[in-house]
């Protein structure tokens, strides 16, 4: 008896069954269906329903569980375990093997825009070098005629000048060597091809005749770069990079008759263990033999350098005050106009 009490019998469940498709055939469960639905948009249309909400917004509870919901920390823990998975991984490696991405890669590179900034930040690196290794020379000329001086007793160097040291020269010449020799290097891979059909096989390395005849080619080519060089802008690539130049008589124009005469007169500066470039150490002007001979001087220009921001003039005119320096060498006391600390 309490079996059949605690669960319904078949009857209940046929008596269930039978309502359920009267229900149905008569349109009585639709209607039931959308009285429910009518009662509840009208329930939360209601001026309670609307007032009720404004509470909650009002006293922070429901910001309180929307803050609880989108907790930052487990936000972020979710994201960080998303991004660790292998499933991600193995997207992120089919994202980067697909044509896609190799065209969106291919466009950055090609874009005018990404060649300009990398070749400005190229630049600004050498430019950087330059100002630095400019600052580095001009400090060193100071300091080797320092020494100079003290040697051969003199006691002129306080003065300030701007023509260029005998460090700075240097370093500036050791500039256009390194770039005449990556010139050569480049022509001698070519050459190799050439000379031994020229002057046979060989076979026991290059006759004499050969080897002379290149080393004065190069020399004459050298020679020549260097003049033309001074003729034309009164610069060499070095001279440019650490901002000194040629002048003659307080004029930048160099001339080609004056250019050849200062290439001549640098074996004769050379010959005597160098004797006429270390003249520069302790002329009043910074003037080797070769300047003298040609009537030249090597001057601070800084202006003329890729890396100065300072207005460039092309004729400096100093040739007053540095006649009157050279005839009385004790009138270079102090800094003089257009002088270079």
């Known amino acids: 008896m309490a079996s059949n009490s605690a669960s319904p019998g078949p009857d209940a469940a046929s008596r269930e069954s039978v309502a359920s498709r009267l229900a149905g055939a008569t349109g009585l469960e639709r209607m039931i269906a959308n009285v429910v639905e009518e009662t509840i948009v009208r329930t939360v249309e209601s001026d309670a329903v609307i007032q009720a909400i404004e509470r909650i917004v009002e006293d922070g509870r429901l910001q309180e569980a929307i803050d609880r919901a989108i907790d930052s920390a487990q936000i972020e823990e979710a994201v960080r375990k998303a991004i660790e998975s292998e499933v991600a991984d193995r997207i992120w490696a089919d994202i980067l093997a697909s044509d ?73 010449f050791a500039i256009d060597a390194a770039l005449l020799a990556g010139f050569f290097s480049i022509t001698g891979g070519v050459l190799a091809s050439i000379i031994p059909a020229a002057f046979g096989d060989g076979a026991s390395g290059l006759p004499a005749a050969a080897l002379v005849s290149l080393l004065t080619a190069g020399f004459l080519f050298a020679g020549g770069v260097f003049i033309t060089f001074w003729t034309l802008v009164g ?29 001549l007169a640098i074996p004769l500066a050379l010959l005597p263990v160098g004797a006429g470039f270390l003249a520069i150490l302790i002329s009043p002007r910074r003037r080797g033999w070769h300047d003298v001979l040609a009537g030249t001087e090597v001057i601070y220009d800084e202006a003329s350098a890729p890396w100065s921001l300072a207005p460039r003039e092309w004729v400096h005119h100093l040739e007053d005050e540095d006649r009157q320096i050279e005839a009385d060498p004790k009138r270079s006391k102090g800094p003089r106009a257009g002088d270079r600390h």
């Open 235 to 263: 610069q060499t690539p070095g001279m440019r990079f650490l901002g000194i130049r040629l002048q003659r008589n307080g004029s930048n124009e160099i001339g080609f008759r004056h250019s050849l005469r200062r290439a």
């Open 100 to 172: 896609k991405a190799q065209m969106l890669v291919e466009r950055v590179a090609e874009a005018p825009e990404v060649r300009a900034a990398i070749a400005a930040q190229g630049l600004s690196l050498i430019s950087d070098i330059g100002r630095q290794v400019s600052r580095i020379t001009e400090a060193l000329d100071d300091v080797v005629e320092r020494v100079a001086h003290a040697l051969v007793r003199r006691g002129d160097h306080e003065a300030e000048t701007n023509q260029a040291g005998l460090v700075t020269r240097l370093a500036a």
